[in-house]
């Protein structure tokens, strides 16, 4: 069973810091790797979609590593800014290839 | 962009009654999967289906229903709703390649009173 965990569980940073986000995972057996972001309240907007034989994926601030091997990864946020305040969800699948969500990471950016 | 829909965004509802919360994609996209999600906690699979008649049931157990008879549309059904079904309802699609890329509605946050 893949279980998925998030740490921290939740951060509060002033406006412009980089930011480390960081997911372990116990099946590493995996063909990709889904990081979310959900506003309270919301539904998820998908931020990154990692492929197994990537590395790393980048979109705009966002930077997203894995390592298959060792079952982590890692989601980077450049200059945090306000907006960027959310709770960040890491989704690895399953054996059966159905999406796996651990506690996610709040985030919270202050001006 | 994901073009998918859920309606209605909120529903506040007495016990014992029927509700179908409607979830409704334009992408085409074979898979699609209903999640609950309690306030503040994790999102757990309830239901998934691979394509037109196909349903199955996921992780967490749910005694709601679904059904699939055209592609774009898996409504979910509460025969008769209590307090216990009070959450938010997740709607997502994805294609049908193993490296399928999840799309999500907005949500419908139900309240059972």
């Known amino acids: 069973k893949q279980e998925v965990t998030q740490i921290p569980a939740a951060l509060s940073v002033p406006e412009g810091e980089n930011l480390v986000l960081n997911c372990s995972f116990t099946?590493?057996?995996?063909?990709?790797l889904q990081w979310f972001r959900q506003d309270p309240g919301k539904g998820l907007t998908s931020l990154l979609l990692i492929q197994s034989s990537q590395r790393e994926q980048t979109s705009g601030r966002l930077n997203a590593s894995l390592d298959k091997s060792s079952g982590r990864s890692t989601l980077y946020i450049a200059a945090s800014q306000p907006g960027d305040s959310a709770t960040y969800l890491c989704a690895p699948p399953n054996a059966g290839n159905m999406l796996t969500f651990g506690g996610g990471t709040r985030l919270m950016v202050k001006p | 962009e994901a073009d998918i829909y859920q309606t209605p965004r909120y529903l506040v509802i007495g016990t014992g009654k029927k509700i179908t919360l409607e979830c409704s994609q334009t992408?085409?996209?074979?898979?699609m999967y209903w999640y609950q999600q309690d306030p503040g906690m994790e999102l757990h699979l309830i239901h998934y289906?691979?394509?037109?008649?196909?349903?199955e049931k996921g992780d967490l157990s749910s005694e709601s229903t679904v059904s699939r008879i055209r592609t774009e549309h898996f409504p979910l059904t509460l025969e008769s709703a209590r307090p216990s079904h009070t959450s938010q309802y997740l709607c997502?699609?994805?294609?049908?390649?193993?490296?399928?890329?999840?799309?999500f509605g907005p949500g419908t946050r139900l309240t059972v009173l």
């Open positions: 992408m085409g996209h074979d898979k």
């Open positions: 099946d590493s057996a995996i063909y990709n």
């Open positions: 289906s691979y394509g037109v008649n196909s349903t």
């Open positions: 997502a699609s994805s294609e049908t390649e193993i490296y399928n890329e999840q799309f």
